[in-house]
């Protein structure tokens, strides 16, 4: 399989905000655990999209991944005797992979005229013991921030139940098609809560542009700083299966697709890439970066995740 790489890498001046048009800005939300509900304040991931550049531009050498020299698109976790340890995992058809995570509930668009209802009755586990996050149309008596809502979907999240500093995360993930669509697996810094967002910072390992299938896009935001990750591939990404992942160490960041590198940000100093960080899984409807839902937006939409596995290098 062919790719087209085109990474790019923004930093913005000192004194001036990161945030730009698609950035899910942190409101106040309703964060639902198993019989427990309790109100906190959210990040969310987020860009302004754009476009792929026109040829590669990484800085410093990729981090290596656990993964080296397994087949292409074996990007299922280290190989035995390379130094690399599972510490965290979710393989959904197993007992108490739901009880990991908790689950946002709430209808206030984050400030980018998102029109989901968050509820936790939207994440589920199907018979082939796949985690499936559904979208679809109407939103039963809530109330979202333009009136009665018209969608609900799911959003959840390991923070408080899980988080690591540096390893490697991934996931196998089939994402829906459709414009619209805003599906994402990201993961956020412990401190948001102190520090606030992008302070705290973000890495997007995978946050799929809905108007072009084609392109593979992660991110990384930081106070001041902001790395875009672009692979164009042949066959739609919403076609089936992948597994996204990155290899996060105390030199940077590499971004993989299918145990392909295709992109990597240098550490510089004073990143907030030094302490743990936990993971989230969402699917938004609306907002600035996957345009208008149309009426060939399909629905009920499903984001289905067949696992989610967490390394740390054991220095071996």
């Given at each position: ?18 945030l730009r048009s698609g ?237 392909h590198a295709f992109s990597?940000?240098?550490s510089y100093k004073g ?46």
């Amino acid at each position: 399989m062919s790719f087209e790489l085109g990474a790019a890498l923004t930093a913005t001046p000192a004194g001036t905000t990161a945030l730009r048009s698609g950035h899910r800005r942190r409101r106040r939300h309703l964060l639902v655990v198993p019989l427990l509900a309790i109100s906190v304040a959210i990040a969310a991931c987020g860009t302004g999209g754009g476009k792929p550049a026109s040829s590669a531009a990484s800085s410093g050498a990729p981090a290596k991944h656990p993964s080296a020299g397994a087949s292409a698109g074996a990007l299922d976790g280290p190989l035995a005797g390379t130094g690399w340890k599972l510490t965290w995992s979710a393989d959904f058809g197993q007992p108490g992979a739901m009880s990991k995570w908790l689950y946002y509930s709430g209808g206030n668009g984050f400030g980018l005229h998102q029109l989901q209802w968050y509820d936790a009755g939207n994440a589920t586990v199907d018979k082939s013991g796949q985690l499936v996050i559904s979208a679809d149309k109407g939103g039963g008596s809530n109330t979202c921030w333009y009136g009665a809502c018209q969608y609900t979907s799911a959003r959840m999240e390991t923070k408080n139940t899980f988080s690591q500093t540096y390893g490697e995360f991934e996931a196998r993930i089939e994402f829906p098609p459709g414009t619209g669509l805003w599906p994402a697996f990201w993961i956020e810094g412990d401190n948001v809560y102190q520090v606030g967002w992008p302070a705290c910072g973000e890495l997007d390992i995978i946050e799929p542009e809905a108007q072009n299938p084609y392109l593979v896009a992660g991110y990384a935001h930081a106070k001041h700083y902001r790395h875009q990750s672009f692979l164009t591939v042949p066959q739609s990404i919403t076609a089936g299966f992948h597994t996204y992942g990155v290899v996060w160490n105390p030199q940077g960041v590499t971004w993989y697709f299918d145990g392909h590198a295709f992109s990597h940000m240098a550490s510089y100093k004073g990143w907030p890439f030094d302490k743990p960080f936990f993971i989230i899984l969402d699917l938004a409807i609306g907002g600035g970066y996957p345009g208008k839902v149309t009426a060939k937006t399909p629905f009920p939409a499903k984001m289905t995740v067949d696992w989610i596995r967490v390394y740390r290098h054991t220095g071996r």
